[in-house]
């Protein structure tokens, strides 16, 4: 089975942007999760998708949303850009059959500059 | 509110070594715990996790993670370190409805 895959791996953006990030979950996958990881921060929780809706969120500025289409594959937009959002993203997907100690598979993330 | 303690943020050991890095949380309900590593450029892999069965927990490549709540810890080992453990490694804690909440992370040197 392929893995979780995320596009694009680098991007480069000026302040003000805004961006889109896109995850293809594992297959059979229906839980998309995503993180923001900087050196300050450590890795920093930003939302949880399943089946097309919005699960959790973590404590981001309304700059920061996302979404996930009907066969499971999720976007995340930043909009206005800040340098602090420099980072790496990562995607996770879970099978998801309600048990919560379902493990994340992890893509390799999108490396975001902001310049 | 969960959280999760990694002392060190970089352990450095000879190769051939005993790794312990070491990981306490906190949580109000019974947890679930994971350790990830990640090397250079990647996203996260899981190596063990613990989900209330046995408090011994072995996972990938030798690593094992033992479960002690009296301690609220939950440290991973392996006995004998080779180059390739070289990573960062994560600890994290599930519990209740709220998502994963990950340690800061320790940097694993091993040293030749």
């Known amino acids: 089975k392929a893995g979780v895959t995320q596009t694009p791996r680098y991007l480069i953006k000026t302040r003000g942007q805004q961006v889109t990030l896109s995850c293809s979950p594992i297959?059979?996958?229906?839980?998309v999760s995503w993180y923001q990881q900087t050196p300050g921060q450590g890795l920093q929780f930003l939302f949880e998708y399943f089946s097309e809706t919005q699960r959790n969120k973590g404590n981001f500025p309304g700059r920061f949303s996302g979404r996930q289409f009907s066969n499971s594959r999720s976007e995340m937009n930043v909009s206005t850009l800040e340098l602090g959002d420099s980072a790496l993203y990562l995607c996770a997907s879970s099978i998801d059959r309600g048990r919560r100690s379902e493990t994340q598979y992890f893509g390799p993330g999108t490396r975001l500059l902001v310049l | 509110a969960q959280s999760v303690t990694q002392l060190g943020s970089h352990v450095s050991v000879s190769e051939g070594a005993l790794v312990l890095l070491r990981c306490n949380y906190s949580s109000s309900v019974p947890p679930y715990l994971f350790w990830y590593v990640q090397y250079p450029n990647q996203g996260l892999q899981l190596l063990l996790k613990?989900?209330?069965?046995?408090?011994l927990v072995k996972g990938i490549n030798g690593f094992e993670a033992e479960f002690k709540k009296s301690e609220t810890s939950f440290h991973l080992t392996k006995p004998s370190a080779h180059m390739s453990d070289a990573a960062e490694y994560f600890c994290a804690v599930l519990s209740g409805n709220t998502p994963l909440v990950f340690g800061k992370g320790t940097r694993l040197s091993v040293i030749a």
């Open positions: 613990y989900t209330s069965a046995a408090t």
């Open positions: 297959s059979g996958h229906r839980s």
